[in-house]
């Protein structure tokens, strides 16, 4: 069943027509087959990639359009001369739509933009059509782990994965291979709960 791209996500996403990344002549091809590939979406400030920089060799993606946030970690790369880290800039979606199929290992999506408003729920990047997407973009042993600190948007992403793909999800009762960053703090002061949802596609 072909899903449909949906018409509108958000006015403050940019719209992308090429792979929108800090490095020239950036082959993806080459890590297809026999690498082991990490996609970070919505790092924020970096504090997640700099924790998977110092855990893992493995190649790291990831996706922001946070541009002061984009700033910080590139330069951290620069000065430590991280060579397996790729910073791409914009929408998410369209920037992964560019990478080839069966390519991640792991995805990690920590803490989404929750859009609790009603009439904003069509912005939240966790629909159908994304979902499937990172199906098509996931080899066949995968992880997928979405943190989030709204009960509500969490109950909603638990809902959206088992109905599209007819398993049974249960929040995680660890934190999984996650760091501790400044927006989980801010969210633990204020006495909110921590949903992990850990599974595969």
Request: charged share 35%; net charge positive.
């Amino acid at each position: 069943m072909i899903i449909e791209k949906p018409k509108f996500y958000s006015n403050h996403r940019g719209r992308v027509k090429s792979l929108d990344c800090y490095e020239n002549n950036l082959d993806l091809n080459k890590y297809n087959k026999d690498e082991e590939n990490l996609l970070d979406i919505g790092f924020g400030n970096g504090e997640s990639i700099k924790y998977f920089c110092q855990k893992t060799e493995k190649n790291i993606f990831a996706i922001d359009s946070y541009s002061i946030g984009i700033k910080k970690i590139k330069d951290y790369i620069d000065k430590n001369k991280i060579p397996n880290v790729h910073i791409f800039k914009g929408d998410a979606v369209e920037i992964l739509e560019f990478f080839p199929d069966r390519f991640f290992n792991k995805i990690n999506i920590f803490f989404p933009d929750p859009w609790p408003k009603k009439k904003h729920h069509k912005r939240r990047i966790i629909n159908e059509y994304f979902l499937n997407l990172l199906k098509e973009k996931t080899k066949e042993k995968n992880i997928i782990h979405i943190s989030t600190d709204h009960i509500n948007y969490g109950l909603y992403i638990k809902t959206q994965i088992e109905k599209n793909f007819k398993i049974e999800l249960k929040f995680s009762p660890n934190r999984g291979a996650r760091p501790i960053t400044k927006f989980e703090e801010k969210a633990l002061s204020k006495k909110r709960i921590i949903l992990d949802l850990i599974f595969n596609l």
